[in-house]
């Protein structure tokens, strides 16, 4: 099992920055890719940016140019680094892994990201 725990959301003006954290524990060896999904009221969760194992990473075309994710894997860690905010970024943020051979898949709590006009 792999558990995570998100920080860093909150509320910014438009144009400005904040950057979410995923730390993971458990079976931190079996998991595959990390990413970071969003989900905004009245929508469906969608894929925002993720990184593999082997540190390639993809990136929904809304954050593209914006938004970066990393990863320190001496400190479990995944992040999401986010400049020029929209009011339209705002939603709730969820930390996903997926783990083992069977790729399950493991969500955080949840953050949330309030992006004022």
């Known amino acids: 099992q792999v558990q995570l725990v998100e920080s860093g959301g909150g509320l910014v003006q438009a144009g400005g920055s904040l950057r979410l954290s995923c730390a993971a524990s458990?079976?931190?060896?079996?998991?595959?890719?990390m990413g970071w999904y969003r989900q905004a009221p009245g929508k469906q969760r969608e894929l925002v940016a993720a990184?593999?194992?082997?540190?390639?990473?993809n990136y929904a075309t809304s954050v593209k140019g914006r938004f970066t994710i990393s990863r320190d894997n001496a400190k479990n860690t995944v992040y999401l680094q986010m400049n020029s905010l929209k009011p339209e970024d705002t939603a709730v943020y969820y930390c996903?892994?997926?783990w083992g051979q069977g790729d399950f898949p493991s969500w955080g709590q949840g953050t949330q990201v309030t992006v004022s006009s």
């Open positions: 990184i593999t194992s082997g540190g390639s990473t």
């Open positions: 458990g079976s931190i060896f079996s998991i595959n890719a």
């Open positions: 996903n892994a997926n």
